[in-house]
């Protein structure tokens, strides 16, 4: 449903309907009231700028008498928060903007539950880079796993394991339902296809032979093609711990590389490029 738009009996039941899932907020004005126009204006302005946590419905008293009868109209301006169906709260005549949001904030969802609805629906549509950017904002506010488990689903559909593990070894006993369980499953399979037998074999010549360096970048770039990154940056930051300079600056430059291909944004490369910042700093 559109997030601003004039009630009428013809979509009222559809604005009523629509309530069951999402805060509609019902402002009733008239021509022969100034401030019922004002009134109007501040709340399409508070609409806009919340993005979608409410829809804001504008009924004309001058032509919608009825449904201004129905929900008993006493005064203009008067607005009702209508949710799951019946009013809720409300107000008659003119509050100031901050008065109007403080009210609101009562009832409206979370930025985090609106950006994981979004997300949600992405994801079905396949759409996940963008999905994994409103998730990514979800968790930065709320970590709990309702929003964690979705987040870990999506950097799975996009191959990033490391990071999903990480989000799936944090989930509490008390949250570890069916969802959950297939997304470990699904995350086991991904782990299992990462182990290459290239891979494993690079990592026993290392085991062996642990001071050769080209060796060790050979398999760090291998573990990076298999997503698996993390193992590729802790076995390069154990080597320069111990020599910021080594193998000619080839380490320090497959670290940075691979810092760089995961982004800014991902939280592991953040967590390295602050564990190399303090050798450097």
């Known amino acids: ?6 009630l009428t009996k013809e979509n009222i039941q559809q604005v009523v309907d ?11 004005w008239s021509q022969q009231s100034p401030e019922s126009i004002a009134l109007a ?9 919340q993005g979608g946590r409410f829809v804001l ?3 004309n008293c001058d032509q ?4 201004a009868n129905y929900f008993q109209i006493q005064n203009l301006p008067t607005t009702l928060v209508l949710k799951e169906g019946k009013p809720v709260d409300g107000f008659a005549g003119v509050q100031e903007p901050v008065q109007i949001q403080a009210m609101l904030d009562q009832h409206l969802p979370k930025a985090w539950q609106i950006q994981l609805n979004q997300a949600k629906t992405l994801l079905v549509d396949g759409d ?8 990514q904002q979800a968790y930065s506010e709320c970590q709990q796993a ?3 488990l979705v987040y870990a689903d999506a950097l799975l559909s996009a191959d990033d394991i490391n990071q999903a593990q990480v989000l799936l070894d944090n989930i509490g006993l008390a949250d570890q339902d069916s969802y959950y369980q297939s997304l470990k499953a699904k995350l086991s399979l991904a782990l299992d296809a990462a182990d290459t037998p290239e891979i494993r074999s690079l990592i026993d010549a290392v085991e062996a032979q642990p001071d050769d360096l080209p060796l060790v970048l050979s398999l760090a770039k291998a573990l990076h093609s298999a997503k ?13 711990q111990r020599d910021i300079s080594a193998q000619s600056g080839d380490v320090k430059q497959l670290f940075m590389e691979i810092l760089t291909a995961l982004g800014q944004a991902n939280p592991l490369a953040n967590q390295y490029r602050r564990k190399l910042y303090s050798l450097l700093y």
Do not use: C, H, P, W
């Open 228 to 240: 698996r990154d993390e193992e590729a940056l802790t076995r390069l930051f154990a080597i320069l």
């Open 128 to 135: 996940v880079t963008q999905a994994l950017g409103l998730l």
């Open 64 to 67: 919608e008498m009825e449904i």
């Open 57 to 59: 419905a504008k009924v």
């Open 146 to 148: 309702e929003v964690a």
């Open 1 to 6: 449903m559109e997030g601003i738009l004039d």
């Open 18 to 28: 629509a309530s069951m899932q999402q805060v509609v907020v019902l402002t009733f």
């Open 41 to 49: 204006d501040t709340l399409q302005n508070l609409a806009i700028s």
